[in-house]
């Protein structure tokens, strides 16, 4: 028998390393700029709608003292404002807000061979606004923001139920409010990039960057 290596006797580092494909569905011409990233935005959105939670992004902050983190939320709304998600102000990423208010999105549409790049300061909601998301949130979802006091420590899941039991009780035929830390942010992009993968790692990268009220654009090398 040879030595070649197959999938099953390969150590975790060899099959990282060999894991590749090659991109080819689609590519991204400037003709395809649109004014605005949010209309390019919205129009790559549609085409997603198909995958598994195509709102799914990854959020980046950074800590005061420039430890970065980041986690996947979801995009609850999308304005010429910019990006809004909603999540308990006391957790990790609340913390890294309130001293550092800018923060980097990342939408992974990976089987459409594309990524969205977003980066910019960010700001907090309104209550007004809060409440009227919250308001449209399934009941459990309500009731879970209150039993969890997120990126907290617990002792167990068994903590977290009886929580959950807990605020089942405390609005026990009545409707769910706000709870005092839960809270939402809207992202002002300052640059936005659409990276459509193509063949030979030759990929498209086509970047807004705003310029006052306007919106520059230009090409990257991938």
Request: net charge negative; no cysteine.
């Amino acid at each position: 028998m040879g030595s070649r290596l197959t999938l099953a006797n390969m150590s975790i580092t060899e099959a990282i390393a060999a894991a590749r494909r090659d991109y080819t569905q689609a590519g991204l011409s400037e003709e395809d700029l649109t004014a605005s990233p949010f209309e390019l935005f919205q129009r790559w959105y549609d085409e997603a709608a198909t995958l598994i939670e195509p709102n799914a992004m990854v959020l980046a902050t950074t800590s005061a003292d420039g430890q970065p983190s980041a986690r996947m939320v979801l995009l609850k709304g999308l304005s010429a404002d910019g990006f809004v998600f909603f999540t308990n102000q006391g957790s990790r990423k609340g913390q890294d807000l309130a001293t550092n208010p800018r923060a980097a999105l990342l939408f992974p549409w990976h089987p459409l061979e594309r990524q969205v790049r977003i980066e910019g300061p960010v700001e907090a909601l309104s209550e007004t606004e809060v409440a009227a998301y919250f308001a449209t949130r399934p009941r459990g979802a309500q009731l879970g923001a209150w039993a969890s006091h997120q990126s907290r420590p617990v002792s167990g899941r068994a903590e977290l139920e009886t929580a959950f039991t807990e605020a089942e009780d405390m609005f026990l035929d009545a409707e769910v409010t706000v709870p005092p830390e839960w809270g939402g942010y809207r992202v002002r992009p300052e640059m936005v990039e659409f990276w459509q993968g193509r063949t030979s790692r030759m990929h498209d990268r086509l970047v807004y960057e705003r310029d006052g009220d306007a919106w520059r654009t230009q090409r990257l090398a991938p």
